[in-house]
């Protein structure tokens, strides 16, 4: 390899969606001279997202850096495992094209993210949510998982900082969550839908409530509040979700200590004799470059991050694996939904795409065998139900009939989900595979199976969302998806486990590896769990700004 340039920083951080983007802000705001390292590009919210113009329904979508014809770009297209007996009601049905089911096996992992300055946040629907204290202990306390090695009051200082760095709207009085001061913008009333579902809801003792979300209801930053136009999911075209490009990073450039490389790939890591990150190499514009720092922070995510540790030609286990569970206990998105019809319009296109949750079944449950809590949700705004156009496209029939049909159904399907939390499982893993991308990196194969814990609790969810349609109106349910059979992994982690005990996981409380000192993980894939439903991002932040601070610290002390 030919490096035509080397040079040398604080700090490289690698990745710019929420661990990354708020690790290089705390960084720098400590005084730390960082180069923040992007394989997309920069995003231009007025000129990129499909939603500027008025075919918005029939555009590409904006962000398919990481699509392929076989899949994702990372991963081998490979069938899962055999489904389990028992749980066919599970399974997913109506959906457009038709040879998905049935199937005796669960579809190829399908991984939801983008490549681009703000990552995944750049496609994210805002949920921001502090996960509950249980969470933090759901071993001790339930049975179920493993206990974090810390707990909700040390991280609530650093949920507070990435509120405010968000602008995050919200209701402090949600009687599921730890007490808590304001947020800092009010919570977004509920949408036409919502209220209705929340009638629906109160018949069955719940409380449908408001999300918080980091679509702010005011200007933060001099940036636009929320126009509640749906569109997230699109890239928002006011600049007015709080994606880590717009707020994090943008802060972070603001002090004139961040320099940022976009379209720049890292290829690998380089070690010194002692065991410790010397330099890093990456790709931009079919040049390699290298890149020296006293400490690396990874945050390309929780398939990305163990694929380039495992990938190391030095080591025949790859870095930072001497326990032997960088991979490992991959936690994917166990969730349902089903998509149900109203016989009168209920303008489910109206509003924030996800803007209330009923959290009453967010504690696991500890009987025979201990599972996951989980959340149910309203999603308004998704997919094929998010525009006219987009809509007319799915119903049969043409010219009047057509016409006619698309006048009475136009508004009235609603998104009913559930997440929940998966069981961590050492054999649930990503491994390298024997065939090559064209940097020559190893292709990753996932291996991810619900176990029965998982699979009672999407059985769970679904009677509860059936419950909640039909105490809510609808008359039909259009379309039901399941992770039983389709992986939708939209929230990943687990594979670099933080812990105690450098036997049983890869870093420890602070994102620091057990064997390379001077290296850090900020993503996904050092959660413990997944808070039972929640949304990880808001913790994934404020972990980042934890860590950061941790770094900071420790440079201070010449202990790096």
Request: charged share 25%; hydrophobic share 40%; net charge positive.
């Amino acid at each position: 390899m030919t490096v035509t340039r080397a040079e040398s920083f604080d700090a490289v951080v690698v990745g710019s969606g929420a661990g990354g983007g708020f690790a290089a802000l705390g960084l720098v705001e400590a005084g730390m001279r960082v180069l923040l390292l992007e394989r997309g590009r920069r995003f231009e919210p007025k000129r990129d997202f499909p939603m500027n113009h008025p075919d918005w329904e029939l555009r590409p979508r904006a962000f398919r850096d990481t699509e392929t014809a076989t899949g994702d770009v990372s991963l081998l297209l490979e069938d899962g495992p055999p489904l389990q007996a028992g749980f066919s009601h599970l399974r997913s049905f109506g959906l457009p094209d038709a040879s998905v089911s049935p199937r005796s096996r669960r579809g190829a992992f399908h991984y939801l993210r983008v490549f681009g300055l703000g990552g995944t946040t750049l496609h994210y629907q805002g949920e921001a949510h502090r996960f509950s204290d249980h969470a933090f202990r759901s071993w001790t306390g339930y049975g179920f998982g493993v206990d974090w090695p810390l707990d909700y009051a040390e991280l609530a200082p650093y949920y507070e900082r990435a509120e405010q760095v968000l602008g995050v709207a919200g209701d402090a009085t949600n009687p599921y969550k730890p007490p808590r001061g304001s947020f800092p913008t009010p919570a977004h009333p509920l949408s036409y839908a919502s209220q209705r579902v929340a009638r629906g809801a109160a018949k069955l003792g719940w409380q449908l409530l408001p999300n918080s979300l980091a679509l702010p209801t005011r200007s933060v930053d001099g940036r636009s509040p929320c126009q509640r136009s749906g569109g997230c999911v699109q890239g928002c075209i006011f600049g007015a979700k709080s994606s880590v490009d717009q707020t994090a990073i943008r802060r972070a450039e603001h002090t004139g200590r961040l320099q940022i490389r976009t379209e720049s790939r890292v290829l690998g890591i380089e070690m010194d004799a002692e065991r410790r990150v010397a330099a890093v190499v990456y790709r931009n514009a079919k040049t390699d470059h290298r890149v020296r720092s006293r400490v690396l922070v990874l945050a390309v995510g929780a398939i990305e991050t163990p694929r380039l540790l495992l990938a190391h030609q030095g080591q025949r286990d790859g870095i930072a694996n001497s326990s032997g569970l960088v991979g490992r206990y991959l936690m994917e998105t166990v969730s349902v939904m089903v998509r149900v019809r109203f016989d009168d319009r209920i303008y489910a296109y109206k509003g924030p795409p996800i803007d209330s949750r009923i959290w009453n079944f967010s504690l696991p449950i500890r009987d025979a065998v201990a599972r996951s809590g989980y959340v149910l949700g309203v999603a308004g705004t998704t997919g094929a139900f998010h525009g006219p156009m987009s809509y007319a496209l799915t119903l049969p029939g043409i010219g009047r009939a057509h016409k006619d049909l698309m006048r009475a159904r136009f508004g009235t399907v609603l998104t009913l989900f559930g997440v929940a939390e998966q069981e961590p499982r050492a054999d649930n893993r990503v491994t390298l595979a024997d065939s090559k991308d064209g940097d020559g990196i190893p292709l990753l194969r996932v291996h991810s199976a619900h176990s029965d814990v998982d699979l009672r609790a999407l059985d769970a969810m679904l009677t509860r969302l059936k419950d909640l349609a039909r105490a809510s109106g609808a008359v039909d349910v259009l379309q039901q998806v399941s992770s039983y059979d389709l992986p939708m992994a939209a929230h990943v982690a687990g594979t670099c486990r933080m812990g105690r005990d450098a036997r049983t996981s890869v870093v420890d409380a602070y994102g620091r590896s057990h064997d390379v000192r001077n290296l850090f993980i900020t993503d996904g894939s050092v959660l413990p769990g997944q808070g039972a439903g929640d949304s990880p991002s808001l913790t994934i932040q404020a972990l980042a700004l934890r860590t950061a601070d941790h770094i900071a610290t420790l440079a201070r002390r010449r202990e790096l």
